[in-house]
Structures are given as structure tokens and as C-alpha cells.
């Protein structure tokens, strides 16, 4: 036997992460993985991370266009001690994300970040790409997930588009690696289409986002004019699923475990559902959209489900030419987080229901409880290496027109 | 096999745990009460820094006689490592993921001599 340890104990430098440990020694693991399995070398797009834009607000109402509401925004931001933060509705389900602390990434990044020449969630941004072997990183708010169900529907359109010209002017100018899918303020149409009108072609928008948790029927009448427009941008149209829990259909569900697997993918069932049956993809086919973090288990449930029914009732449904299913995948994209892994028969299943190799995208949903890694797609026996690279990565660069040349500094110090 | 030093005995207090790099490896080392148990630093979920990860009890439900529930315990004979990376929680004793046996850590070997920890890898 080989006794390695005469001269003492090698302690690890990280004993217990917690909400102040370094991203980077969070992630250790997930970076020695993604040099195992030679990532370096292969373009990975991550099309949902997060950041906590609340942690920026002080910032961001200093971009809101109505001088009065920016007004009392500054004031109340700057003399309010424990307040949240202003115009924001929320959801009380974000306080128990992180199951009681258990899992600190979720509470809170407060991470010592010694660069001053970008805004910190550049630099926290740039150690999660380099961590999880990620070259172009799509991020997205997080308590603003909520902002459709702001009871003012007005206050969706001066925080939307704050956060629109603040993540503009301090993120994304810094680093061409980051990208967003600009937030549209859904609930008033035209100001949807002012966004897109006046944002759509600034520099790291590759697309538009509308936040799944809201009460709007997507397909009604009001909105052929936004969706024209984004078709006409030839950028695609996601759906970012969220949950609620002042929706009645869940109202319920008392655990945040039930909420939190039920409402991700409810939202964007019911908006599926109504986007195919109103026959939206034949009135826009080459609009393409994209269906984010309900996971993948969902898909081809809904899909047999309106197959079924729609051979049934085919006059409900007169614009249809195809079956539901065969809209699913074929005018619609996917992320893949959080990939149901429990059952891999079930998996291998959804993949091909879903035609994974040209429609699915990797997504990590980082820095959320439940995020994952590009290795799982490295693992899945069932695909060929020409299928995982497509997923992670080149599906996202014919999608987004992007640069599918690898820059990640997964080898650097 | 390698052998590698993970302290003294008397370094660990009960409920303790340190986390010994082995080579290209981790290991963490526990504590509880007079035992000492040793796991792979490599979650049987996503291959997570698990024994990074808090130390907490199991939680429990107990059911009345009538069937009905009240509140919530913890089992203060049951210790358990979360992963920090998605929040698994696994046995310390036995490294069983507390809802399915399909998940289990990877045990280290152990070895005290002379109020020495080593763990064999």
C-alpha cells in the first residue's frame, strides 16, 4: 500500500460552500467534467442562466421612461431600509427555493468580485460560462419572472423595458459572450412592439421573451401585429415558463415542491395549446419559438394529447393542416432544463418525439436549485456525438445566427 | 490502492466533517458520536461536491392516530450530507439517498491506527 499522507492532512480550500463561496469552487466539479469529456473544444450555448436583477435595482429604476414613477422609484430605492425592491409583484414561492438553505447558490451569490472594469454580474456571468465549459450564456432576470401578473399593467412596461435598456448598457455591451432574449411587456401589445421596434437589433439581443406566467391568450387578435414583426426579425420568440401561486388551477398545492414541478410546465402547456390550436405556426411559419425551462416531460405528453383529441374534433381546430405534434416539432424549439433523467426509457422517448437533434438546445437554468450541467448531454448513450453537438451548441448557432467557434476559457487558470 | 492521512481523532468533534483531498480525488471524513464515516466528494446525482454540502438532520412528518399531520421534526439519530449543488440528501451512516436506494454515495475506505485517520482510495 501506498501511504500518500506521512506529511499531514491535505485539507480542501472549500470545506462547506456556502451563499459566499466563489462560483468557480462551486462549480469545480462541473468544470473538471467538462475537461474530461473535451468541451474545450465544442461549441456550448446556454440559452437560460439567470442572474438576480433585484440585486441591481437601485440601477435599473434609474432607466424607467416615465419621470415620475423613475422618481419615486430613485427615492424610494434610496430611503426605504428592508423594503423590496420598488414596482416589483414577486412571488412568495422565491423564498423557499433553496429548500431551507440547503442549496446556497440559490439565496445568493455574495461572492467577493474584485474586477471593477464591468458591472459584477458580467464577471459572475464569465465564471459560470468558464465553470460549466459554456461560450455564449443567455441570461435572464429572475423576480421579474412574475411581472406579468403585475396587477399595473403599465408597471410591466416601465420595469420591463428598464431592465431592457439597463441589461443593454451594463451587460451586455461588456462581453459578447452574453446574450439576451429581451423581455417583452406582454400585457400591452403595442408596447410589446415598441420593444421589439426600438430594442430588437441591439447588440446581444438574439431573440424576445415573453414570461409564461400571465394570464393572455397568445393567440388573440392583439398580438398578430408583435408576431409579424418578430418574423419579419427572422430572431425567435420564447416562452420563459415560471409558476404562480395565486393561480387558481394550483391553488391547492401546498408544497413548493408540487408548485414549482406543476406550474413550470403548466403555463406553458395552456400556451401551447392555445398557440397550435388558434393555428398561430400556420399564420406565421417562419416564426420561430421557443419553449423554456418546463423541463421536457411535458412535451410529448401534450403532444398525444392533441393529436387525440384533434383527430376527434378537426372543426375545432380549422387552421390546422398537420397534426398538434407534428407543429411541436417542427415549428418549435426546446431547452433542455430541467431534463427529467429518472426514467431513461422515457427520456430516449421524449428525445426522439421531440426530433432533439434539430430542435433541442442546452440549457443549465444556473444559478437555480435545479440546474444542470452540458455533461449530461455527453452521457446520454442514445445519442450520437453529432446529436450531442448539435444540442449543445449548434442547434442555439443556426437558431441565433451565432459564431459556432469555441472561446470558453475552460483550460485558463 | 493509496493511503491517505485525514487527521487525528482528536481533530474531529462529534458531528464534525472534513473534506481531504486524495490525490485527483476528495474525500469527506465524519463524525458522529464515536464512529467515522468516509464518502466520495462525488454525488451520486451529478457528481456534486456533496460532502461540501451542510450537515443537517433528517426531517420528518409523524402522523397522528387519526391519520391527520401537525407539524414537522427533525430525527436527531439521523444525519444527513446535502449536496450543495441540488440539494440530494444521503444517509451519513449509510450513504442511502433518504428517497430511493438507487442513489447512494461511494464509500472510502477507512482505517484508524494510533488515533490516525486514513482513508484507502
Redesign the interface.
Known sequence: ??????I?????G????DVHTDTRD?L??ARR?AIKRGLQDWFVCDIDAHHVETVSWKEIVTYIEDPVVRDNAIRWQAERIGAPPYGLNGDLGLRYQS?G?????QDGQQEIVKETDVHRDVTLTRRAMDSLGVDNMVVFPTPMLFLGMHPQSEMEVWLGNAYNRWLIDRILSADDRIKSLIYLPFNTPKEAERTVRELGDKKGVIGFCVTSTRNKPVHHNDYMRLYSMIEETGKPLAFHAGYHWQDPSLATVNRFLGMHALGFAWCNMVHMTNWVLNGIPERFPKLKTLWIESGLAWVPFLMQRLDDQYLMRPSEAPQLKRLPSEYMNHNCFYTTQPMETTHPKALEVTFEMIKAETQLMFASDWPH???D?P??ICDLPFLTEQAKRNILGLNAARLFNLDPTPVKNLMGD | ???????NVADYADGD???????EF?VGVFRIGSEFYAWH??CAH????VC???I?KRVLEATADDMTVRTQSYDEAESHI?C????Y?FSIKTGYHQGSSRFRLRKAELAIRDGEI?V?L
Open positions: 500500500m501506498n501511504i500518500q499522507g506521512k499531514g492532512p491535505q485539507y480542501a472549500v470545506q462547506q460552500i462551486v469545480a466539479h467534467n429548500v438553505g440547503r442549496i446556497p447558490h436549485f435545479d440546474f450541467l455533461q449530461e | 490502492m493509496a493511503e491517505y492521512m485525514a487527521g466533517r472534513k473534506v481531504v483531498v486524495c490525490g476528495e466528494n462525488r451529478r457528481a456534486g461536491p461540501q454540502g451542510r443537517m446535502v450543495p449543488w441540488h440539494g440528501e486514513y484507502s
